[in-house]
């Protein structure tokens, strides 16, 4: 039970100065002046003052409350190396045994894991989120288990009390770390990127090391070993070998008394792609086809064209002199015998023999081809008749066989079932409105034993044929017809995507592989994705960094393309085999922020520390002693941290009473000023 007295004014308190002003002056006059009943008059003015001021006294029943200390386990990855987290474990147990038993003293714990999206230890965000919960007034201090590698320092709380780091490091702990300094998301292939890489030792690291090997693997393929100086920055010069996404795996063996291995290991993906893609156009006679080829070519900034049109054939005689004939004279010798592997893609357009490209040419085109180049033939009237580039050297990479018939009758062009899985067709009319609008012609073939027919014209005749040759690629467009789709005619058609796509299936971009094996990663999570023209695939494996092995079934969730969504536990890099398909991808960060620094400190956390007065203490020195220590004064000390008791208590019950009720101030001022006046009346 407490008492005090309270003032409750009934008047504003200006007011009450102004009076108390006004009587002490009144009283002042009266005693300066010699009448005798200042002093009465003076306590009447007193009373009726203290009255105006409205004092009560209240009385509380109050029942202490106990202080909260709060202890902050840190269970990060960093904290399960060595044995920090079985240290962890008997510190926490002994300090929670000492702190229960103190007399009114209440623990809570906290514990804090990994930050999602490698964001690290979030300690300080926690003991924020717990101090919100609780009432400051029972706070009397907090204490930190943990190596001191915090990420989130900027989210330190305001503390009412001490607050102490019992860090789990040793003093023989040491470290080696791989770090890449640089890396590009992407590369021109071709050209030579360079990244940066370092590895440097941390601690009490061995003496008389100065260089290290670094193994570095591409895609998984068997690592290539070097020799690089510890502690300096090295300088990698790197050429991609595909295009799409490469994953490069650069790591240093562990060496013996480290903490960890596991920053060792830097994963880079970096994706491959094509500075210019040079096509040649090589267009037989002018016709509108020619211009849709021209215009697609032309509207991607990333294609150097070359056009070479015939404009004039040899047959035609009407007297022009030669020299009058063009500007410059086209270097067809150059372009087809001397820089013919410089192009990605040459594209015949209703291309007939007339002698303007001699046999050898056309020989050197096939070889080409088979050293891994791209033709694709626009076939016309010309591709049936008997001056057809068919016939030749290409007759032995054509995918097809022209009949000499030409088909004149309209159709509307449709995917095969082979090309509802195939990358080149698979979804063509997905997004347009309305049916395809009809072709007018069309070239009959019979295609070969390995072309792949996936779109088909007039009474299910072959319309586009693909094949491989060598290691190059053919596709052959059996009419000359693509250009009304893009006119509009009867509604148009996906001309553009068409076109667009196997354009780039010819030139081996990778997202247009038909039988291909990919794994897109989103944090932890990867989405395999296999493409393929068969109707079942089998189950993948994927082998996981630390060479356990799983076996999941693949969905198909659409023509050709079957899926699964797997869950990675670890971090590094994961491989992926179906069939003959392989994959390699890295999940999670290419270097984890808990494993970036791994040697326990204060000083993170230090000048969080001194604002509150606490101290930094190993768990290797000892568990240190728990004291009390007031507000404001040192909260450590050599073997003791303190905690600062904040006297909270509950009001359970209150009771107040009025010290100058109405009448007893009545009572006061009438009696006072009544003996002042009898005292003033007798002299």
């Known amino acids: 039970m407490t008492g005090t007295v309270i003032l409750d004014p009934l008047v504003p308190v200006w007011l009450i100065a102004t009076l108390t002003a006004m009587a002490v002056a009144g009283v002042v006059f009266a005693a300066r002046r010699g009448l005798a009943g200042w002093a009465l008059r003076g306590l009447g003015a007193l009373v009726l003052l203290a009255a105006l001021s409205g004092p009560s006294y209240r009385q509380e029943e109050r029942a202490p409350l106990s202080d909260i200390v709060l202890l902050v386990e840190d269970r990060s990855a960093s904290q399960r190396l060595a044995d920090r987290s079985a240290a962890t474990d008997r510190a926490a147990e002994a300090l929670a045994a000492r702190i229960e038993a103190r007399d009114n003293t209440e623990l809570r714990r906290v514990t804090v894991a990994d930050g999602a999206d490698n964001r690290g230890s979030l300690v300080m965000g926690a003991l924020a989120e717990a101090l919100a919960e609780l009432p400051r007034g029972r706070i009397a201090g907090a204490i930190l288990l943990s190596d001191g590698q915090v990420h989130d320092i900027e989210a330190a709380p305001d503390l009412p009390a001490p607050l102490h780091l019992l860090h789990t490091g040793r003093a023989g702990d040491w470290d080696r770390r791989l770090r890449i300094d640089n890396a590009p998301a992407f590369a021109i292939l071709g050209e030579e990127v360079t990244l940066r890489l370092t590895i440097a030792d941390e601690g009490a690291a061995p003496e008389g090391v100065t260089t290290v090997p670094v193994d570095i693997a591409v895609d998984g393929a068997p690592p290539q070993r070097f020799d690089v100086p510890l502690g300096r920055a090295v300088t990698l010069p790197l050429t991609l070998p595909r295009g799409g996404r490469n994953v490069l795996q650069f790591s240093t063996p562990v060496a013996e008394g480290e903490l960890t291995d596991r920053n060792n290991t830097a994963l880079v993906q970096i994706n491959g792609v094509r500075d210019r893609l040079r096509v040649l156009l090589v267009s037989g006679q002018p016709h509108a086809g020619t211009r849709t080829w021209r215009n697609l070519l032309k509207s991607d900034s990333s294609v150097d064209l070359v056009h070479f049109t015939i404009l004039r054939p040899p047959e035609k005689q009407d007297g022009v002199p030669v020299r009058e004939l063009?500007?410059?004279?086209?270097?067809?010798?150059?372009?087809?015998?001397?820089?013919?592997?410089?192009?990605?893609?040459?594209?015949?357009?209703?291309?007939?023999?007339?002698?303007?490209?001699?046999?050898?040419?056309?020989?050197?085109?096939?070889?080409?081809?088979?050293?891994?180049?791209?033709?694709?033939?626009?076939?016309?009237?010309?591709?049936?008749?008997?001056?057809?580039?068919?016939?030749?050297?290409?007759?032995?990479?054509?995918?097809?066989?022209?009949?000499?018939?030409?088909?004149?009758?309209?159709?509307?062009?449709?995917?095969?079932?082979?090309?509802?899985?195939?990358?080149?067709?698979?979804?063509?009319?997905?997004?347009?409105?309305?049916?395809?609008?009809?072709?007018?012609?069309?070239?009959?073939?019979?295609?070969?034993?390995?072309?792949?027919?996936?779109?088909?014209?007039?009474?299910?005749?072959?319309?586009?044929?693909?094949?491989?040759?060598?290691?190059?690629?053919?596709?052959?467009?059996?009419?000359?017809?693509?250009?009304?789709?893009?006119?509009?005619?009867?509604?148009?058609?996906?001309?553009?995507?068409?076109?667009?796509?196997?354009?780039?299936?010819?030139?081996?971009?990778?997202?247009?592989?038909?039988?291909?094996?990919?794994?897109?990663?989103?944090?932890?999570?990867?989405?395999?994705?296999?493409?393929?023209?068969?109707?079942?695939?089998?189950?993948?494996?994927?082998?996981?960094?630390?060479?356990?092995?799983?076996?999941?079934?693949?969905?198909?969730?659409?023509?050709?393309?079957?899926?699964?969504?797997?869950?990675?536990?670890?971090?590094?890099?994961?491989?992926?085999?179906?069939?003959?398909?392989?994959?390699?991808?890295?999940?999670?960060?290419?270097?984890?922020?808990?494993?970036?620094?791994?040697?326990?400190?204060?000083?993170?956390?230090?000048?969080?520390?001194?604002?509150?007065?606490?101290?930094?203490?190993?768990?290797?020195?000892?568990?240190?002693?728990?004291?009390?220590?007031?507000?404001?004064?040192?909260?450590?000390?050599?073997?003791?941290?303190?905690?600062?008791?904040?006297?909270?208590?509950?009001?359970?019950?209150?009771?107040?009473?009025?010290?100058?009720?109405?009448?007893?101030?009545?009572?006061?001022?009438?009696?006072?000023?009544?003996?002042?006046?009898?005292?003033?009346?007798?002299?």
């Open 326 to 683: 063009s500007l410059i004279a086209f270097p067809t010798r150059e372009l087809f015998l001397d820089k013919v592997d410089e192009f990605d893609l040459i594209i015949f357009d209703r291309y007939r023999r007339r002698g303007i490209l001699p046999s050898v040419y056309l020989e050197n085109v096939r070889q080409y081809v088979e050293r891994g180049g791209a033709v694709l033939l626009a076939a016309g009237p010309d591709f049936a008749g008997a001056e057809s580039i068919y016939r030749g050297p290409f007759e032995q990479m054509v995918p097809a066989r022209p009949t000499a018939r030409v088909v004149e009758q309209g159709f509307r062009p449709e995917i095969s079932d082979l090309g509802q899985r195939h990358p080149v067709t698979a979804g063509l009319g997905e997004g347009w409105d309305g049916d395809w609008g009809r072709w007018l012609r069309q070239i009959e073939v019979e295609p070969d034993a390995s072309g792949e027919v996936v779109m088909t014209g007039a009474d299910g005749r072959p319309l586009l044929i693909l094949d491989r040759v060598g290691e190059g690629r053919v596709a052959l467009l059996a009419s000359d017809q693509a250009w009304l789709w893009g006119r509009g005619f009867e509604g148009g058609g996906p001309q553009l995507d068409l076109l667009r796509r196997l354009a780039h299936w010819m030139m081996k971009e990778p997202e247009l592989e038909e039988e291909a094996l990919r794994a897109e990663a989103t944090g932890q999570t990867m989405r395999i994705t296999r493409r393929t023209l068969s109707e079942t695939v089998p189950d993948v494996t994927i082998t996981t960094p630390s060479g356990d092995t799983v076996v999941m079934p693949l969905e198909q969730v659409a023509p050709g393309r079957f899926e699964a969504v797997y869950e990675g536990a670890e971090i590094g890099l994961y491989r992926l085999e179906n069939g003959d398909e392989t994959a390699v991808i890295g999940l999670g960060p290419a270097a984890p922020v808990e494993f970036e620094r791994t040697l326990a400190t204060g000083a993170v956390l230090e000048p969080v520390i001194d604002a509150t007065g606490g101290g930094v203490r190993a768990l290797e020195d000892g568990l240190p002693a728990i004291r009390e220590v007031r507000a404001g004064r040192p909260a450590a000390g050599r073997g003791w941290i303190g905690i600062t008791p904040r006297g909270a208590y509950e009001t359970l019950s209150v009771r107040q009473m009025e010290i100058l009720p109405p009448w007893l101030v009545l009572l006061l001022v009438a009696g006072f000023l009544t003996a002042g006046w009898l005292r003033e009346g007798r002299r």
